[in-house]
């Protein structure tokens, strides 16, 4: 029921139960000549205010039509609904299976998709305690499967639901069965199918039913998630554990089919998935995601599906979302370093050329963020921990979007003349990978110039302290006599020294934004 006020003291009630697309594309009709007519009336006496709050109504009036309208449903050209039931000793026993053929030639000889298979038991005596549900995926053999859901339905009635797989029957000739297998045990007779699964056993069913040809249906249903706020985009709180949440609608026509709509709801591996109701059956089902998982491939793009059948007749409806992690807590698994740091280091961000490196956040206030007195954004010592490990600083600190501006450098050949490309501004992973290459390009010329080496000796084959051993130096067109030997000027004096240099030059082919699709950072790349 929806109250809107259009004038003071003056209220109109409509009702909005969904309808056809007909029915409801003629109200917006409705309400259009009505608007414009209201227009035409309040611009005469130049009523501003009024005519605002028409456009808002409006406006509202739309938001629930159009998803009343979003999807209808669609019938096979072949289907067929099989029921039966036997008795023993007071146990009632009811199959009910539903078909639709799927592929084939003409008439009903062809492949029949099983589109739903839901066996009751009725008991004549209470059944104590209460059987608790489950569901999961059946294998069917020959590399078929379909999703279960079996629960216990009132005192005295067990449900056993199978739906949403690729179990498929083959009828050739009147006869219904596996070809696979060459194992038949139903017939078709005219429009008449009959088929029991299991002709050995006394209490199994024989299943009947009619073949439909074509059909229609009134059934229409539009999906909304209650709580996207930001387009689709759904983030994990900061708290421990992490959480996140989906409240899912289906608007169903006609309604008293609301309470049949089945949900397929995204898996997070990783994260433990919560469903109220459990069997996620119904016009509202909400989804809970509690920790953050351990894999930075468990976030990105996943999808909710909402589903409702009459017979072979299904309208289905899905909506995309992406899920994110908070970047700045630090509530993933390890909970010691930024979510950030945890995540972005199991990328292609972390492994700079494909190699791996020990990368160890070092924005604690005990680590190594500091050198000659300066805050860095990143740090290779490798007295510290090893030699192939880099530090990575704390990047919040440099601003809200960790950008980070460095030079372009490359050497022109022949004769290693010093070439700046201008500079480069990153943010987010791709500063964080841009850094990795710059400390993993300190790792390898310590590896060919300095591993293994006293001080001494150190200091006796780098007289300029440069960080690049006299003898090397022309090989690059450095000095040996300058331990900054191109563009000591302006904002490049900040390079220092040439072994830095050639670290810089390590960051310049990187390509931004190459990274985007691997950070799920909330602030990040794809979520600023």
Request: hydrophobic share 35%; glycine share 8%; charged share 20%.
């Amino acid at each position: 029921m929806l109250v809107t006020k259009l004038q003071p003291d003056n209220y109109q009630v409509l009702s909005f139960a969904p309808k056809s697309s007909t029915h409801c594309i003629a109200i917006l009709f409705m309400i259009a000549a009505w608007a414009i007519n209201f227009i035409a009336r309040k611009l005469e006496k130049k009523m501003t205010r009024q005519i605002g709050i028409l456009f808002l109504t409006v406006i509202m009036l739309l938001k629930l039509i159009l998803p009343a309208i979003a999807g209808k449903a669609r019938c096979p050209d072949f289907s067929v609904s099989l029921q039966g039931s036997t008795t023993n000793m007071g146990v009632v026993y009811t199959e009910r299976l539903t078909l639709s053929k799927v592929s084939g030639g003409s008439g009903y000889n062809g492949k029949w998709l099983v589109e739903e298979f839901e066996q009751q038991i009725d008991y004549p005596w209470e059944l104590k305690p209460m059987v608790p549900p489950t569901s999961g995926r059946i294998d069917m053999g020959l590399g078929m499967w379909m999703n279960n859901f079996s629960r216990q339905q009132g005192p005295r009635t067990l449900m056993m639901t199978s739906t949403a797989g690729n179990y498929q029957l083959d009828v050739v000739g009147g006869k219904v069965g596996l070809m696979a297998t060459n194992r038949f045990s139903g017939t078709v007779s005219g429009d008449e199918m009959t088929f029991k699964f299991d002709p050995s056993n006394p209490n199994e069913p024989v299943l009947k039913g009619t073949i439909m040809r074509g059909g229609s249906s009134d059934m229409e249903m539009a999906l909304a998630i209650l709580n996207d706020t930001n387009d689709g985009k759904f983030v994990y709180s900061t708290d421990t554990p992490a959480t996140f949440k989906l409240v899912l609608e289906a608007r169903v026509s006609p309604p008293d089919r609301a309470g049949d709509v089945e949900w397929t709801l995204p898996e997070v591996p990783g994260s433990v998935r919560l469903v109220q109701p459990l069997d996620a059956r119904g016009p509202y089902v909400t989804a809970t995601y509690k920790m953050l998982p351990e894999k930075n491939n468990s976030f990105g793009d996943k999808t909710v599906t909402a589903k409702l059948k009459a017979g072979a007749c299904k309208v289905e409806e899905s909506k995309n979302i992406k899920v994110f992690f908070p970047a700045n807590a630090e509530n993933n698994p390890e909970g010691h370093d930024p979510n950030w740091f945890y995540y972005w280091k199991q990328t292609p961000a972390g492994k700079p050329k494909g190699q791996t490196v020990k990368l160890i956040y070092g924005g604690h206030p005990y680590s190594f963020c500091y050198w000659e007195n300066e805050s860095v954004t990143g740090f290779f010592d490798p007295k510290a921990y090893s030699h192939r490990t880099a530090f990575i600083c704390d990047l919040t600190q440099l601003n809200s979007t960790m950008s980070n501006r460095y030079p372009l450098l490359w050497r022109k050949e022949p004769g290693n003349h010093p070439m700046s490309d201008g500079f480069r501004t990153t943010t987010f992973i791709d500063t964080f990978a841009t850094l990795v290459l710059h400390e993993f390009a300190h790792i390898g010329m310590f590896e060919i110039w300095k591993m293994g080496k006293s001080l001494t000796q150190l200091q006796a084959q780098d007289t300029d302290s440069d960080g690049v051993p006299d003898a090397s130096e022309p090989d690059y067109g450095f000095d040996p006599a300058q331990k900054q030997t191109f563009y000591n000027f302006g904002e490049y004096k900040k390079i220092k020294w040439d072994e830095e240099w050639l670290a810089y030059e390590a960051m310049k082919d990187f390509q931004p934004g190459s990274l985007d699709k691997f950070d799920w950072a909330k602030p990040g790349k794809q979520w600023p």
